[in-house]
């Protein structure tokens, strides 16, 4: 059964400074996608980034950067720079049947960002 | 539409009623998904629509729970003999297809409360 195991349910950042949010998972698919979310009070899920598991270079949206360890089965989220706006619950994702949106997730890390 | 649409936002129900709960996708986005997010969780993945085919139902958790998606557009879940584990934000996306390169969009949800 694949699995999206987040170990941290809160983190805190000071702004402008970095922080790394760590996702573990598995999956018996061959090939895959990995997503990092973000989900603020309003409720909708944003993506933030995603990593196809065959390329090895790590993927980057401006601020935001992951550390791809596929032999660990590791997904961390980098957050530089970090802005009161990233505040957020986090939620780290795998996809399976080759479709971005059968998703499976963890439970969340919850971003808090102090002025 | 803009974006995916959920009806209504929030929604009180007696224990033991029957509930519809309503997703707008995207236009022209052939695949559509219904989350449920209990409190405190990730998101759990419960019925998924692609074109015309048969849907996916393997993620509803009881025969209480079932949907339909009409002329492959607009799609309501709809929840029989309401009960209180059933109070969870209901999460719909839809994205334009299968392909690898497609991404799900995410609506803001329904949050159903059942009392």
């Known amino acids: 059964a694949q699995t999206v195991t987040q170990s941290q349910p809160e983190m805190s950042v000071q702004e402008a400074e970095t922080v790394t949010l760590s996702c573990t998972y598995d999956t018996s698919e061959s090939d895959y996608y990995l997503f990092w979310y973000k989900q603020p009070p309003s409720r909708q899920m944003i993506l933030v980034i995603r990593q196809e598991a065959y390329k090895q270079q790590n993927a980057t949206e401006n601020r935001f950067s992951v550390n791809f360890q596929k032999a660990a089965k590791s997904f961390s989220l980098k957050i530089s720079d970090s802005q009161l706006g990233d505040a957020a619950m986090y939620f780290c994702a795998s996809n399976y049947g080759g479709s971005q949106g059968n998703l499976i997730f963890g439970k969340g890390t919850k971003l808090s960002v102090k002025p | 539409g803009a974006g995916v649409s959920q009806s209504p936002s929030n929604k009180v129900t007696e224990k033991g009623k029957d509930v519809e709960l309503r997703c707008d996708p995207i236009?022209?986005?052939?695949?559509l998904y219904w989350y449920r997010q209990s409190l405190g969780q990730g998101l759990e993945f419960l019925i998924y629509f692609q074109g015309n085919s048969a849907p996916d139902k393997s993620g509803l958790p009881s025969d209480r729970f079932s949907a339909e998606r009409t002329g492959g557009s607009v799609s309501t879940l709809t929840i029989q003999r309401t009960q209180q584990e059933d109070s969870a934000v209901y999460l719909c996306a839809s994205s334009p297809g299968t392909g690898t390169f497609t991404e799900a969009f995410f609506g803001q949800g329904t949050r159903l409360t059942v009392v």
């Open positions: 236009s022209g986005h052939t695949a």
